[in-house]
T-cell receptor, first 109, second 115 residues
Framework: EDQVTQSPEALRLQEGESSSLNCSYT??????LFWYRQDPGKGPEFLFT???AGEEKEKERLKATLTKKESFLHITAPKPEDSATYLC??????????FGPGTRLSVLP | GAGVSQSPSNKVTEKGKDVELRCDPI?????LYWYRQSLGQGLEFLIY????????KSGLPSDRFSAERTGGSVSTLTIQRTQQEDSAVYLC?????????????FGPGTRLLVL
């Protein structure tokens, strides 16, 4: 069974304090790994797709990287507006995504 | 362009009543997904539509749940005889094509509370 885990469950940072979120997966034949951001009361917002080990993508203060077993979302010099839950997902054997439980990020001013 | 829209945004109902939730996908997207997100839980897949193919209903938790997609566009998720454990946020997503590797774009969700 495909599984996606994320760590830490929650992370509290001071503004400007860089850190990384982890997404680990067990899936045979990875067909992509997706990162989303979800703000309270809203649907997930797409951030990145990574397809192969070694691939990296950046957007503002966020950089996503991928290895054969995990992905990292690096947050550089975060701001309070980066506070959200970050979700990762992988396509399963069928037609849908398996989502991780998410990491709740709080960035304090 | 317009994103995925869902209605109602909030729904409060009494136990035993039926509810209908609506999803309007992004124009041109052939694939449509329904997920459920319970408080503090991850997203749980419910059902998937791709074009005119038979839907993948493998995630529906019970026969009280059903969904249809009319004309390859708008979808309705129906929950019959609602129970308190059905309280959750119901999220709809669409993608340009199916196959499970296309980026899914989500709507804002319908927050369902069963009293």
């Amino acid at each position: 069974e495909d599984q996606v885990t994320q760590s830490p469950e929650a992370l509290r940072l001071q503004e400007g304090e860089s850190s990384s979120l982890n997404c680990s997966y067990t899936v045979s034949g990875l067909r992509g790994l997706f990162w989303y951001r979800q703000d309270p009361g809203k649907g997930p917002e797409f951030l990145f797709t990574l397809y192969s080990a070694g691939e990296e993508k950046e957007k503002e203060r966020l950089k996503a990287t991928l290895t054969k077993k995990e992905s990292f979302l690096h947050i550089t010099a975060p701001k309070p507006e980066d506070s959200a839950t970050y979700l990762c997902a992988v396509p399963d054997y069928g037609q849908n995504f398996v989502f991780g439980p998410g990491t709740r990020l709080s960035v304090l001013p | 362009g317009a994103g995925v829209s869902q209605s109602p945004s909030n729904k409060v109902t009494e136990k035993g009543k039926d509810v209908e939730l609506r999803c309007d996908p992004i124009s041109g997207h052939t694939a449509l997904y329904w997920y459920r997100q319970s408080l503090g839980q991850g997203l749980e897949f419910l059902i998937y539509f791709q074009g005119n193919s038979a839907p993948d209903k493998s995630g529906l938790p019970s026969d009280r749940f059903s969904a249809e997609r009319t004309g390859g566009s708008v979808s309705t998720l129906t929950i019959q005889r609602t129970q308190q454990e059905d309280s959750a946020v119901y999220l709809c997503a669409s993608s340009l094509a199916g196959g499970g590797v296309e980026t899914q774009y989500f709507g804002p969700g319908t927050r369902l509370l069963v009293l």
